[in-house]
């Protein structure tokens, strides 16, 4: 195995360092999964944040074999399957009247490019052809395609592949610990601002996160998204959520825009949709833009994009399922019930060690900030050391986002070892 690392392009990742101490895993079940040595380690980022449900659960990895057997793919130019349609019933059903069609691809970047794309287009055929740009903020991570890239507000991801795609500003996230009112907080007025100063006939979208998740789970200040909401709705600019990681329960509801009381009016999500078990993402659109593509064929204002494994039936089959098991299990009021155990649990192990400079969570998503990078880097490697995974923060810090099904001594033995891992890296 050691020989096949070294060929293995591991994403983000400097391979000679990752052919030193390579993780190579080989199974799962429940939260913990097998590397090929047969160690074992708690999955306390579920995938990358992804497996939901944990691994091994036999409802959705029925429904995703039932599929196979059924139909695997149906020709994704030219029809649909029954899969799509009910999948997008479904789904639909989860949110508030007004979004009244769903585009499925199959991997969150590839929705979030299609955003990008249904929101030019839009303007184009509602009559303010003008708009094209596009803002994000500085921090934020909407995927490694090039309009996605774009959108991401990190210099480092995006050196080697500049020049990027036209179009696309970014602003500045807020801060941790910042609270100030819509009206007050500086980074509404900065998206307000741009818009202004870019003249808005020329501005299509802002796209946000709500919780950002890779900066290190940065959570809106009070009024930052209803903020954000009117100050889009001034200058005629669509807003895009992309909630890849918040949405399907991670925040302890189904979608970010529920627990924050804003909708937006493209939402992407992918990740949890299937709980990992097979590929699917989708852009749900409001009824306002919905309308725009709607036209005799001689109008031509049909969608021109796609991917031939988007909508595929067996990431619908698996999207399904993974619904089923979430509403049957109450795993979203379970996720929302265990929250104040968790963020109890970690504001505690702050309190005890030093090392920590604070903790923010909601749901199952969290974030320990430690002093440094490097700090954090150490923290990881000896976390995992002690049979626990985890992720870190772009901002010295080390992010968790237990499978949703973990259960309060679940959650118990992640923030234990995690507290080891921190007390030992503070050692060394
Ligand atoms: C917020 C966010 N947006 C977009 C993406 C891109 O999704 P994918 O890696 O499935 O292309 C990710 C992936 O981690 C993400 O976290």
Redesign the pocket.
Known sequence: VAEGVSRVMVDFTQMRAFERDPLVLSRGEGIRVWDVEGKVYVDGVSG?MTMNLGYGNQAVIQAVTDQLQRLPLAAPTSATSDRMIEVTDRLLRLLPPGFGAIKLHS????S?EGAFKIARQFHRQAGSPGRYKVISRYGA????TMG?LSATGYAAYKAPYEPLVPGFLHVAPPEPGHDHLARGCSCIEDFDRVIRAEDPSTVAAVVV?PVM??AGVLLPPAGYLVGLREVCDRHGVLLIF?E??NGFGRLGAWFAAERFNTWPDLLVF??GVTAGYAPL?GVVLSDRVAEAFSGAAEDHVQYLSGHTYGGNPVGCAAALATITQLEDHGIIDHVRELEPHLQGRLEALAARQPAVRGVRSIGFLACVDLPSQAAAAAVAREARELGLLTLPSTRAGVRLAPPLVSSAADLDEIVDILERAVASAARD
């Open positions: 990358v991997g969150g970047s590839e979030v991570y909407h995927g490694a996605a996160e998740t890779m992309d890849i990681i992918g990740k993402s």
